[in-house]
Nanobody
């Protein structure tokens, strides 16, 4: 059992930046990856980005490509999501996830965090 705890959500103006972090209670298999998903009010949970635990290779949704950067820190058992050039439609609850790599949909997730709210508003 792996527990994931997100932090770093909050309120930011359009065009601003925000960084999310996710801490793991234990290590994961080298064949696994970590990912971020988001869910806006009234919508389904959608893939944002993922990173392979072993190689650090990343994958992004088209909607965030070029604006968000995912990374992982194996020593501290963490993943971070740096979000730049934020838009109003980035507003959502953001969830950290873990599962066999590559993760690009909810079907590949084995563990979820509790979520952290990100609100982009002027």
């Amino acid at each position: 059992q792996v527990q994931l705890v997100e932090s770093g959500g909050g309120l930011v103006q359009p065009g601003g930046s925000l960084s999310l972090s996710c801490s793991l209670s234990s290590g994961i298999l080298s064949s696994w990856g970590l990912a971020w998903f988001r869910q806006a009010p009234g919508k389904g949970r959608e893939f944002v980005a993922s990173v392979r635990w072993s190689s650090g290779t990343s994958l992004y949704a088209n909607s965030v490509k070029g604006r968000f950067i995912i990374s992982r820190d194996r020593g501290n058992k963490m993943t971070n999501l740096q979000m730049n050039s934020l838009r109003i439609d980035d507003t959502a609850v953001y969830y950290c996830a873990a599962g066999p790599a590559p993760i690009d949909s909810t079907s590949g997730v084995r563990y979820w965090g509790q979520g952290t709210q990100v609100t982009v508003s002027s």
